[in-house]
């Protein structure tokens, strides 16, 4: 695939935002972003897309590509993963609306698309072993092997943020015990953010670290290190060449020179160049296009 073919639209429905784009011969040349509903129902989801596509001029037929944060299985059901994100999207025929709605497209998960991005166009290309990890309203990845974004049945591969950290000791929105998301995530640091007596949202909060407020610098401290962790243990699993790190709160200054710190402290072995997603937070919505040719 080259960058350079890549012209249609792309929506990037995430936790927090909903961005959508028209994208030119591989650039976005237009961009816009609404708030998620995040207890909307599926239905209004797709609603919501389609108004952001139709105030870019998008007509029925033209090529696009939608990610979504939660996992798509190969029937192309959309289900949350993170109950507490999306609280009323469980099994809904998104690849089947969408089509209705506003015109057949390919459906993917949110990072496993930046992940193909940032693979073929970003940070990854040349690496045969190559993870990409959004730190944003969750933590979401995509694993790129010789070239390759591993793919499931049900649509679960990639969701790294779902194994546990030594950091974590909350119950995460997945059922799940004390996860990486539970604690690294935007809606963890807002919640820890709260308990401190701050009632501000992750971006805040990362301003705050960054200028030296040490309630916040203990909260994104934490999240970091359950990032570094997190890279550490793809590592051992994998055996990384690189890893790419995105997301508003992964590209949001100081974090990544945090988790390069905390990381450096484990075993030369584990360690893997960590880098920022070249593409930044256009990197969903270039893989979102870019997807429909591998999936
Ligand atoms: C969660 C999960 C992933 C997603 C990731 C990042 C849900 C609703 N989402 O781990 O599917 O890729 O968050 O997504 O279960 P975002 O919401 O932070 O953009």
Same mark, same amino acid.
């Given at each position: 695939m080259i960058r350079s073919d890549l012209t249609g639209f792309a929506v990037d429905l995430g936790g927090t935002k909903i961005a959508a784009a028209r994208i030119v011969a591989g650039e976005v040349v237009v961009r816009r972003q609404a708030d998620t509903?995040?207890? &909307?129902s599926p239905e209004q989801q797709v609603m919501a897309m389609f108004e952001q596509l139709n105030l870019l001029g998008f007509k029925r037929g033209d090529p696009i590509g939608i990610a979504v944060t939660g996992r798509i299985d190969r029937a192309g059901l959309w289900h949350a993963v993170?109950?507490?994100? /999306?609280? %009323?999207?469980? =099994?809904?025929?998104l690849a089947g609306a969408v089509a209705h709605d506003i015109g057949p497209a390919t459906c993917s998960n949110d990072a496993a698309a930046a992940a193909l991005a940032e693979a073929q $166009? =970003? !940070? &990854?290309? !040349? /690496?045969?072993s190559f993870a990409y990890l959004t730190v944003s309203t969750g933590i979401g990845g995509g694993l790129v092997m010789d070239g390759r974004l591993l793919t499931s049945t049900n649509g679960l !591969?990639?969701?790294?943020? $779902?194994t546990t950290s030594i950091s974590a000791k909350d119950l995460c929105g997945s059922g799940?015990? %004390?996860?990486?998301e539970s604690v690294a995530g935007g809606r963890a640091i807002a919640a820890a953010a709260r308990a401190a007596g701050h009632d501000v949202d992750a971006r805040a909060v990362c301003a705050a670290a960054l200028a030296g407020a040490p309630w916040a610098e203990a909260i994104i401290a934490r999240s970091a290190g359950a990032v570094a962790g997190l890279v550490a243990d793809l590592a051992a699993i994998l055996g990384l060449d690189g890893i790419a790190i995105g997301g508003s709160i992964g590209l949001s200054s100081g974090y990544l020179a945090r988790v390069r710190a905390i990381l450096a !402290?484990?075993?030369? /072995?584990?360690h893997v160049p960590v880098m920022v997603a070249? /593409?930044?937070?256009d990197a969903p919505l270039l893989g979102a296009l870019a997807i429909s040719e591998v999936l």
């Open positions: 509903d995040r207890t &909307g993170n109950t507490g994100t /999306l609280t %009323s999207v469980g =099994g809904f025929d $166009f =970003g !940070a &990854g290309r !040349a /690496l045969r !591969a990639g969701h790294v943020g $779902f799940r015990q %004390s996860t990486v !402290a484990e075993p030369m /072995l584990f070249t /593409l930044g937070n």
